[in-house]
C-alpha cells in the first residue's frame, strides 16, 4: 500500500512539473526565487562593480602619477601583456585588459581591478628583455584575476553597501541612497588604494601571484624563468626611492619558492632572442 | 524496490528540465561570436553586454553558441549563467529583453554611483582612464606579434 501512495506522489508530481499549469509548478518557482534573492543578498562584488572600482582607483593613482605619453612604448606593452592575458583563466574582464606606462623612476606596477595595469618607466627599464618584461605584466594580471585588490575591501563596508543595493530589480537610487553608497564607494576605493600602492599585498598573495605569473608565462610560450631573472636583477639593482621594494615580501623568499616552480620547464632559446630584438628595438626608440 | 528506484529515474528524465537551463549571458562589454573556437578566429557576430546566447555545446573553455540566428564560438570567461527564468517579460536574443537584467546586474557600485563619485572628487583623473580604455589594439595586430615573437597562439 505504502508503494502504491509513494508511486501515486511520483506521478502527482510529474504531472504537476510537465503541464506547467498548476499550484505545485508556481511554488517551485517561488521557492527558486527565494534562492536566488537570498543568494543574491550575500552576493560578492561582480565583474562590473569590479570595473567601477578598478576605474576609480586608476583615477586616483593618476593624481599621483603622470603618464607617459609615448605611442610605441604603449602599444608594444599593450602587446605583450594581451599575449599573456589571452593565456589566464580570465582572458575576458568586463572592460578588458589596458596596459599603460607611468612616468617616473620609481619601480612599481599597478594591477587595478577589472584590467587596467600601470607599469612605470622605472620598472620598464629594469627589465632586460621582452620576457621579463612580460613576466611582470604576467604577474599583475595574476593579481587580477585573483581578486587581490577587490578582496582588500572591507567586508563590513560591503554588507553595508548590500543593504542599500538590495536584491529586488533594479530602482532608482534616492538622493540619500546615492550619498550612503557614494561613501562607501570611496571607502572601498581607500581600501583598495592602501593595499596596492602603499603596504602593498600579502607575502601569501605575492606567491600566488608569482605562481600564476609561471603558469600565464609557460603558456603564452614566453619563458617562466624571466621571472626569476627579473626579480634577481631587481635584487641586485636594489631599491631606490620606495616602490616594490617597500611591498612586495623579500626577493630571496620569491626566489626560492620560483626556483621550485620553473626548474625543470624547458625554453625556445631562439624564439627568445627574437623577441629580445624587438624589445631592444622599441626601447631604444623610445626611452634611451 | 529496484523497480520503483527505476521509475523513479524514468520520470526524472522525462521531466521536462528548466527551459532557459542552456542560456548564457554576455558579461562583458562587447565580444564576439568567432567562426572557431580560438581568440583571433574570424568574427561571424559582435555581442554586447546581456545578450542571451543558446548555448548547444562546449569545446574545452569554449561554448559552442547561438544568437539571433549566428553560431559561433565564446569563451567562458564571457559568459555567466544567469536565473533568466526567474525575471517575468524577459525573452530572448537580445530583442531589448534582457534590459531588466541589464538593469539588475548594473547594480551596486555602477555608473549612477561612479558620476556622483566623481562629482565630489573632481580632481580624480577619469578623462585619462577614459583614454587609456579607449585604446584598443586590432586583434589582427595581436596575432601577429604572436606568431613573430615564437609565441603560442590562445
Known amino acids: ?288 | 524496490m529496484t523497480w520503483l528506484v527505476i521509475i523513479v529515474i524514468f520520470f526524472i528524465f522525462l521531466t521536462p528540465m528548466d527551459s532557459f537551463a542552456d542560456s548564457m549571458m554576455v558579461i562583458t562589454k562587447g565580444n564576439a561570436l568567432r567562426e572557431r573556437c580560438r581568440f583571433y578566429s574570424p568574427i561571424k557576430s559582435t555581442l554586447n553586454y546581456g545578450d542571451i546566447l543558446d548555448i548547444n555545446s562546449t569545446e574545452g573553455d569554449w561554448y559552442k553558441a547561438k544568437f539571433k540566428g549566428v553560431s559561433g564560438c565564446i569563451h567562458k570567461s564571457a559568459l555567466e549563467a544567469k536565473s533568466v527564468s526567474s525575471f517575468e517579460g524577459i525573452s530572448r536574443q537580445g530583442q531589448g529583453v534582457s534590459q531588466q537584467e541589464v538593469a539588475l546586474a548594473g547594480k551596486g557600485f555602477n555608473p549612477e554611483v561612479e558620476k556622483a563619485f566623481r562629482a565630489k572628487n573632481p580632481n580624480l583623473k577619469y578623462n585619462i582612464v577614459d583614454a587609456i580604455e579607449r585604446y584598443n589594439v586590432d586583434e589582427k595586430r595581436v596575432f601577429e606579434f604572436i606568431r613573430m615573437g615564437g609565441l603560442t597562439q590562445p
Open chain 1, 1 to 288: 500500500m505504502k508503494r502504491f501512495f509513494l508511486i501515486f506522489f511520483i506521478l502527482f508530481c510529474y504531472g504537476c512539473l510537465s503541464t506547467g499549469s498548476t499550484d505545485l509548478t508556481g511554488h517551485l518557482k517561488t521557492i527558486k526565487t527565494a534562492t536566488e534573492e537570498l543568494s543574491k543578498a550575500s552576493r560578492p562584488i561582480s565583474d562590473v562593480e569590479e570595473y567601477y572600482v578598478g576605474r576609480a582607483l586608476a583615477a586616483r593613482i593618476l593624481t599621483n602619477y603622470k603618464v607617459l605619453n609615448n605611442a610605441l612604448l604603449i602599444d608594444y606593452i599593450n602587446l605583450v601583456g594581451l599575449s599573456i592575458a589571452m593565456h589566464s583563466e580570465r582572458p575576458n574582464t568586463y572592460g578588458g585588459y589596458h596596459f599603460t606606462l607611468l612616468d617616473t623612476m620609481e619601480k612599481n606596477a599597478f594591477a587595478c581591478p577589472g584590467g587596467i595595469i600601470f607599469i612605470t618607466k622605472g620598472m620598464l627599464l629594469s627589465a632586460k628583455s621582452e620576457d621579463e618584461l612580460a613576466a611582470i605584466l604576467a604577474h599583475e594580471i595574476a593579481h587580477i584575476n585573483n581578486k587581490d585588490g577587490i578582496s582588500s575591501i572591507k567586508s563590513a563596508r560591503w554588507t553595508e553597501a548590500l543593504t542599500i543595493i538590495g536584491t529586488q530589480v533594479a530602482r532608482t537610487y534616492t538622493s540619500a541612497e546615492i550619498s550612503k553608497l557614494v561613501s562607501l564607494f570611496e571607502g572601498a576605493i581607500d581600501d583598495v588604494f592602501k593595499t596596492i600602492v602603499v603596504n602593498g599585498y600579502s607575502q601569501q598573495q605575492e606567491f600566488s601571484a608569482d605562481e600564476k605569473a609561471v603558469n600565464y608565462l609557460k603558456k603564452a610560450g614566453y619563458n617562466p624563468k624571466a621571472l626569476v631573472d627579473f626579480i634577481t636583477n631587481l635584487n641586485v639593482q636594489g631599491s631606490s626611492g620606495g616602490g616594490i621594494m617597500n611591498t612586495h615580501p623579500s626577493s630571496s623568499a620569491r626566489l626560492e619558492k620560483l626556483m621550485e616552480t620553473t626548474f625543470q620547464i624547458p625554453v625556445d632559446i631562439s624564439s627568445m632572442n627574437n623577441r629580445l630584438e624587438r624589445f631592444k628595438a622599441v626601447i631604444k626608440k623610445t626611452i634611451q
